[in-house]
């Protein structure tokens, strides 16, 4: 089933192949629907399908005109709706009425048009000569055979009886006419049952819950989902049909229209008048008040419901678990309310291993470690044991006075000296002998000291190192006799541009892989690509965005000074416009200059695509249009780089999108903007930012 307007819009040829198409379906199929084509034109074909009625368009295009009624199930033709036939060239004057009486009966048009010449009484039979037509006969006359036709003769002799039996030469009796039918013999009428049922000689009556779908007597076969019509002309004046939306639907609007919603006004409310509905103001008070909520949850009229603070406690909680005395609350999704109660951090003093899972907070408050001057204990950042016995507490370079040394360590601080300054934070301790400051006297130094072994006889191999951040200068100093003077003490004072570093990491050395030059602003020192050296390169977590540059003029538009490390490269076109219908291509570049090979790149279009070897096509430009968008280009690994786009063509209601793979022989320093083929930049602009 398929219906057309037969207009083949301008439109695109995938569209319009598409709208050709059903044009010929819609005219192969005669315009078959179960409603009319909304467009028609004159002597229009139109096959009806609910009712298998064909049908065509009269010359005027203002009316269907009937042609015949076929059986889809029989695969005949029904009825064929007709004023006038002609048969062999003869034209058929006989009427529909007077046809139908010839039902089987094979006669040409003469032969039918003789049923035109049928008065009362008359009859029309097969004769030596074709199809006769015999006028009615006279008063008395009986219908008689002769040997070669029939025709009206006069009354046969009277029915007549020998006294016995009848017989057509004498009068018949009523003795013989019992004699016929048996004598004494009395016809009774039998008692119908099923679908129709009687008594005796009683009206027939139609049982109850019979009738079904076959017993009825109607123009059309059924689909399931129709419904039984009333439709004067048709066969038993019943139709099966779609259900319309005009027939017996009640729509909203129905609705709205019964309830006379049009004449309602704010806050009147639906009354029967006895009659209709209508709308009224609403009497016997001012309607329902909502009242305010007092307790664990409160509320004013009709607005929201809210919990009161400091109510909620652990019954109301909906938790997955009954708790225990010192858990703790915890999200755990799945469990019921989506909360459990959990065993907390721990007890640090009933834990005899407690560890950090992170940095310790002081939260300005002290650490009380809680011990005896003279125990062994643990103060190790490498992780393993070491014992610090026999404190020296008289000359302790612990930068801090009594009470702060108190407060850090916990340690019963015997010392009178109350002149050091800074905290320094020990890193290791020795057990042979005292700890002790850089000069032997109190001082004001950094607040970092690291102190390797002290040992009291001043020996080449126990001699303490000590390093301290001073003034933004690097000091380091020897230390090794057990007394307070100076004798043994020495200390380097370095500055920045001093430092030389030296050793190996890792079997590397260190001053040959560490650059020998300052970085730009905002690099940050860090491993190549190929993890061979150390290099300076930009901050991962910083974008720099380079100045837009205006694409009014030239045939490309070049980003030099790409610094190396860079992972992400984002070029964004603002109204870039050309002279001439050419895609616009972006090329990448090393310290070799630009690549213009060995791109992997499509671009896709609203009714194409485009493929390229020599650079990453954006899209196909169009003179009186100019393109905006993104293109992405992303480090894959090494020097491989990955690139997507999307961009439009302004009010042209297109646009593209698409992406590609290059591999590059050296490290990213440039990108340009390019044209595939032909023509001039003419406005908008375009920027670049990496990170």
Not at 115 to 129: E, K, Q
Not at 213 to 237: F, H, R
Not at 302 to 314: C, Y
Not at 543 to 570: E, M
């Given at each position: 089933?398929?219906?057309?307007?037969?207009?083949?819009?301008n439109?695109?040829?995938?569209?319009?192949?598409?709208?050709?198409?059903?044009?010929?379906?819609a005219?192969?199929?005669?315009?078959?629907?179960?409603?009319?084509?909304?467009?028609?034109?004159?002597?229009q074909w139109?096959?009806?399908?609910?009712?298998?009625?064909?049908?065509?368009?009269n010359?005027?295009?203002?009316?269907?005109?009937?042609?015949?009624?076929?059986?889809?199930?029989?695969?005949?033709?029904?009825?064929?709706?007709?004023?006038?036939?002609?048969?062999?060239?003869?034209?058929v004057?006989?009427?529909?009425?007077?046809?139908?009486?010839?039902?089987?009966v094979?006669?040409?048009?003469?032969?039918?048009?003789?049923l035109?010449?049928?008065?009362?009484?008359?009859?029309?039979?097969?004769?030596?000569?074709?199809?006769?037509?015999?006028?009615?006969?006279?008063?008395?006359?009986?219908?008689?055979?002769?040997?070669?036709?029939?025709?009206?003769?006069?009354?046969?002799?009277?029915?007549?009886?020998d006294?016995?039996s009848?017989?057509?030469?004498?009068?018949?009796?009523?003795?013989?006419?019992r004699?016929?039918?048996?004598?004494?013999?009395?016809?009774?009428?039998?008692?119908h049952?099923?679908?129709?049922?009687?008594?005796?000689?009683?009206?027939?009556?139609?049982?109850?819950?019979?009738i079904?779908?076959?017993?009825?007597?109607?123009?059309?076969?059924?689909?399931?989902?129709?419904?039984?019509?009333?439709?004067?002309?048709?066969?038993?004046?019943?139709?099966?049909?779609?259900?319309?939306?005009g027939?017996?639907?009640?729509?909203?609007?129905?609705?709205?229209?019964?309830?006379?919603?049009?004449?309602?006004?704010?806050?009147?409310v639906?009354?029967?008048?006895?009659?209709?509905?209508?709308?009224?103001t609403?009497?016997?008070?001012?309607?329902?008040?909502?009242p305010?909520?007092?307790?664990?949850?409160?509320?004013?009229?009709?607005?929201?419901?809210?919990?009161?603070?400091?109510?909620?406690?652990?019954?109301?909680?909906?938790?997955?678990n009954?708790?225990?005395?010192?858990?703790?609350?915890?999200?755990?999704?799945?469990?019921?309310?989506?909360?459990?109660?959990?065993a907390?951090?721990?007890d640090?003093?009933?834990?005899?291993?407690?560890?950090?899972?992170?940095?310790?907070?002081?939260?300005?408050?002290?650490?009380?470690?809680?011990?005896d001057?003279?125990?062994?204990f643990?103060?190790?950042?490498?992780?393993?044991a070491?014992?610090?016995?026999?404190?020296?507490?008289?000359?302790?370079?612990?930068?801090?006075?009594?009470?702060?040394?108190?407060?850090l360590?916990?340690?019963?601080?015997?010392?009178?000296?109350?002149?050091?300054?800074h905290?320094?934070?020990?890193?290791?301790?020795?057990?042979?002998?005292?700890?002790?400051?850089?000069?032997g006297?109190?001082?004001?130094?950094?607040?970092?000291?690291?102190?390797?072994n002290?040992?009291?006889?001043?020996?080449?191999?126990?001699?303490?190192?000590?390093?301290?951040?001073d003034?933004?200068?690097?000091?380091l100093?020897?230390?090794?006799?057990?007394?307070?003077?100076t004798?043994g003490?020495?200390?380097?004072?370095?500055?920045?541009?001093?430092?030389?570093?030296?050793g190996?990491?890792?079997?590397?050395?260190?001053?040959?892989?560490?650059?020998?030059?300052?970085?730009?602003?905002?690099?940050?020192?860090?491993?190549?690509?190929?993890?061979?050296?150390?290099?300076?390169?930009?901050?991962?977590?910083?974008l720099?965005?380079v100045?837009?540059?205006a694409?009014?003029?030239?045939?490309?538009?070049?980003f030099?000074?790409?610094?190396?490390?860079?992972?992400?490269?984002?070029?964004?076109?603002?109204?870039?416009?050309?002279?001439?219908?050419?895609?616009?291509?972006?090329?990448?570049?090393?310290?070799?200059g630009f690549?213009t090979s060995?791109?992997?790149?499509?671009?896709?279009?609203?009714?194409?695509?485009?493929y390229?070897?020599?650079?990453f096509?954006?899209i196909?430009?169009?003179?009186?249009?100019?393109?905006?968008?993104?293109?992405?280009?992303?480090?894959?690994?090494?020097?491989?780089?990955?690139?997507?786009?999307?961009?439009?063509?302004?009010?042209?209601?297109?646009?593209?999108?698409?992406?590609?793979s290059?591999?590059?022989?050296?490290?990213?320093t440039?990108?340009?903007?390019?044209?595939?083929?032909?023509?001039?930049?003419?406005?908008?602009?375009?920027?670049?930012?990496?990170?």
């Amino acid at each position: 089933m398929s219906q057309h307007d037969f207009t083949i819009g301008n439109q695109l040829f995938p569209a319009t192949r598409t709208d050709l198409n059903n044009a010929l379906v819609a005219l192969a199929s005669n315009s078959s629907g179960t409603t009319a084509p909304s467009t028609t034109y004159a002597n229009q074909w139109w096959y009806e399908t609910d009712t298998n009625t064909l049908k065509i368009r009269n010359e005027a295009d203002s009316a269907w005109i009937e042609i015949a009624v076929l059986d889809q199930s029989a695969n005949n033709v029904l009825s064929i709706t007709t004023q006038g036939l002609t048969l062999a060239g003869t034209p058929v004057t006989a009427t529909g009425a007077e046809l139908n009486k010839l039902s089987g009966v094979t006669a040409s048009a003469a032969e039918l048009n003789k049923l035109d010449g049928i008065t009362r009484g008359s009859i029309m039979y097969g004769s030596a000569a074709g199809t006769a037509l015999l006028p009615k006969g006279t008063s008395g006359q009986v219908l008689s055979a002769t040997a070669t036709d029939i025709a009206w003769v006069s009354s046969s002799p009277a029915i007549t009886s020998d006294g016995a039996s009848p017989s057509l030469s004498a009068n018949i009796t009523g003795a013989e006419i019992r004699t016929l039918i048996g004598a004494g013999e009395t016809y009774t009428h039998p008692n119908h049952s099923g679908e129709v049922t009687s008594t005796a000689d009683g009206a027939t009556v139609v049982a109850n819950n019979v009738i079904d779908e076959a017993n009825l007597k109607v123009s059309n076969t059924p689909t399931n989902g129709y419904v039984l019509t009333a439709q004067s002309g048709n066969t038993g004046g019943l139709t099966w049909a779609a259900v319309t939306s005009g027939g017996g639907g009640y729509a909203d609007s129905d609705v709205d229209t019964h309830l006379n919603t049009s004449t309602a006004t704010s806050s009147q409310v639906l009354s029967w008048t006895g009659s209709d509905y209508d709308w009224v103001t609403q009497s016997g008070g001012s309607g329902y008040t909502h009242p305010n909520h007092t307790g664990e949850v409160v509320s004013s009229g009709d607005g929201a419901t809210i919990i009161v603070n400091n109510m909620v406690d652990e019954a109301n909680l909906k938790v997955s678990n009954n708790p225990t005395d010192g858990y703790v609350l915890t999200a755990q999704s799945g469990n019921t309310g989506g909360l459990t109660w959990a065993a907390g951090g721990g007890d640090l003093v009933a834990d005899t291993t407690p560890q950090l899972g992170g940095n310790l907070d002081g939260n300005g408050k002290n650490i009380l470690l809680g011990f005896d001057p003279n125990p062994d204990f643990d103060i190790d950042a490498s992780g393993s044991a070491q014992t610090l016995d026999a404190l020296d507490y008289t000359k302790i370079a612990s930068g801090v006075d009594n009470d702060e040394f108190d407060g850090l360590l916990g340690v019963e601080a015997p010392w009178t000296d109350t002149t050091i300054k800074h905290h320094y934070k020990i890193i290791k301790g020795s057990s042979t002998g005292a700890l002790r400051d850089s000069t032997g006297s109190s001082s004001d130094f950094g607040d970092l000291v690291v102190f390797g072994n002290v040992h009291s006889d001043g020996t080449n191999s126990n001699i303490t190192t000590g390093m301290t951040i001073d003034g933004g200068h690097l000091r380091l100093i020897a230390q090794g006799e057990a007394d307070h003077s100076t004798t043994g003490y020495a200390s380097l004072t370095i500055d920045a541009a001093d430092v030389a570093v030296t050793g190996t990491v890792d079997g590397r050395d260190i001053a040959t892989n560490i650059p020998a030059s300052l970085g730009s602003a905002g690099q940050v020192l860090t491993v190549n690509s190929g993890a061979t050296a150390a290099e300076w390169a930009a901050s991962g977590g910083s974008l720099t965005l380079v100045s837009a540059v205006a694409t009014t003029s030239g045939t490309a538009i070049d980003f030099t000074g790409i610094p190396s490390g860079v992972n992400r490269v984002t070029l964004n076109l603002v109204n870039v416009g050309m002279t001439a219908n050419y895609s616009l291509l972006v090329q990448l570049g090393d310290s070799g200059g630009f690549e213009t090979s060995g791109y992997i790149a499509s671009s896709a279009h609203h009714s194409g695509g485009l493929y390229n070897t020599t650079g990453f096509n954006v899209i196909r430009t169009v003179t009186s249009n100019f393109t905006s968008g993104i293109m992405i280009l992303t480090r894959a690994t090494g020097n491989e780089w990955v690139s997507t786009h999307s961009v439009t063509r302004d009010s042209a209601g297109s646009g593209a999108f698409g992406g590609g793979s290059k591999t590059l022989s050296g490290e990213l320093t440039q990108l340009r903007l390019t044209r595939l083929t032909s023509g001039n930049f003419n406005q908008g602009k375009v920027s670049l930012s990496y990170e």
